[in-house]
């Protein structure tokens, strides 16, 4: 029989994020953010689930191209734009919208020769520091991109730092207007955080990620405080239990050494499945649909669970490592993480069952 540990993907729960980040942006398109192989979840998933979008934004060429071959015919925005003139060729033939965040991607849209007509967003550096012009060659660049043919239209974005924290994004959004003052554009400014607690940065589209999967944007709220619907589950069975006298250690190292005697369950599940192997003992895991926490070190392919709180569980009991009854955010928290590292390191090995109410398109 295959190894117990299963992954699933729930594509009502995408749905369900989607409808929440439009109810919170009433009036605006959303971009569906579907980076990452859709932040771990598929990327044919994540266009199963955001049907509904406006568009999709992503950084992946290959997945664009993918997304077209499926059938997406909507818009598709690339966030870190092109990264050499054949991107834009691409861009070209499949109708990409392309972001533009430094000189040499204009340079690029000025080259072209054949017919074309690309939507581009021109990014404001309001503060992150990554990627963006600055408030003198913002304008300057909106002035370059408005004299080039191929260039349908313009608009105009930029990307929050700390918009998951108390007046984390009031600074930025003063300098993103003050250099947007007068422009021509939609603006897209608003990201998850920005989406669910800051109305006045909603623009004219909103950019939501993190929070479509169903997990949160920030530190001090759980997704489900925002009627968030965890979007991935991963889960196991006990394949052993053990009794420790008191002083017993287990796992390697001997990091977790019990006070009492306790019975501990072993769970097939491991560092080479996805699960962090820096959580430690503590984090937080479900048995037969009871918290209880991991003891030890997590290895390749097993971690080790207190069933003190679960008297009853034997091998074959059912396990939750992160999903509606274990919040991902709260193992990534206690691993010293984000919710997002997690999704996207679910490893290849562990298989996926996906949910869903309604047939395929």
């Not at 968030?228 to 990091?255: E, K, N, P």
Request: proline share 7%; aromatic share 6%; glycine share 10%.
């Amino acid at each position: 029989m295959p190894r117990p540990i299963l992954a699933t993907v729930s594509i009502p729960a995408l749905r369900h994020n989607l409808a929440l980040a439009r109810r919170n942006a009433p009036g605006r398109s959303v971009w569906a953010v579907v980076k990452a192989d859709g932040y771990g979840h598929g990327l044919a998933n994540a266009l199963r689930g955001f049907a509904a979008a406006d568009g999709l934004a992503l950084v992946e060429f290959d997945a664009a191209a993918r997304l077209r071959r499926e059938g997406w015919r909507g818009p598709l925005l690339m966030l870190e734009g092109a990264f050499d003139a054949e991107d834009v060729a691409q861009a070209v033939r499949e109708r990409l919208a392309l972001v533009v965040h430094e000189p040499r991607q204009i340079e690029w849209l000025e080259a072209l020769r054949a017919p074309a007509a690309i939507d581009v967003y021109l990014k404001f550096n309001s503060g992150m520091n990554r990627l963006g012009f600055v408030q003198r060659a913002f304008r300057d660049a909106c002035e370059r991109l408005s004299r080039i043919g191929a260039v349908r239209r313009v608009a105009l974005m930029t990307h929050f730092a700390n918009a998951d924290l108390p007046g984390g994004a009031v600074e930025a959004l003063e300098r993103f207007e003050a250099a947007a003052a007068g422009l021509p554009g939609a603006r897209s400014l608003a990201n998850s955080a920005a989406t669910l607690l800051l109305p006045s940065a909603h623009g004219d589209a909103i950019r939501p990620g993190i929070m479509l999967y169903g997990a949160t944007p920030c530190d001090d709220r759980e997704a489900r405080s925002f009627g968030l619907r965890a979007a991935m589950t991963l889960r196991s069975r006990l394949i052993a239990v053990q009794t420790l006298g008191a002083g017993d250690a287990v796992g390697y190292g001997s990091t977790f050494r019990a006070e009492r005697p306790m019975r501990i369950g072993v769970v097939a599940c491991g560092y080479a499945d996805g699960y962090p192997r820096h959580a430690p003992s503590g984090t937080p895991v479900a048995v037969d649909g009871m918290l209880t926490a991991t003891v030890g070190r997590v290895a390749m392919d097993m971690l080790m669970v207190d069933l003190g709180p679960v008297p009853h569980a034997g091998p074959g009991a059912a396990v939750e490592l992160w999903g509606e009854t274990v919040p991902i955010d709260a193992v990534a928290r206690a691993s010293g993480t984000i919710g997002y590292e997690l999704m996207c390191a679910l490893a290849p090995r562990v298989p996926v069952r996906v949910l869903d109410d309604a047939p395929a398109p």
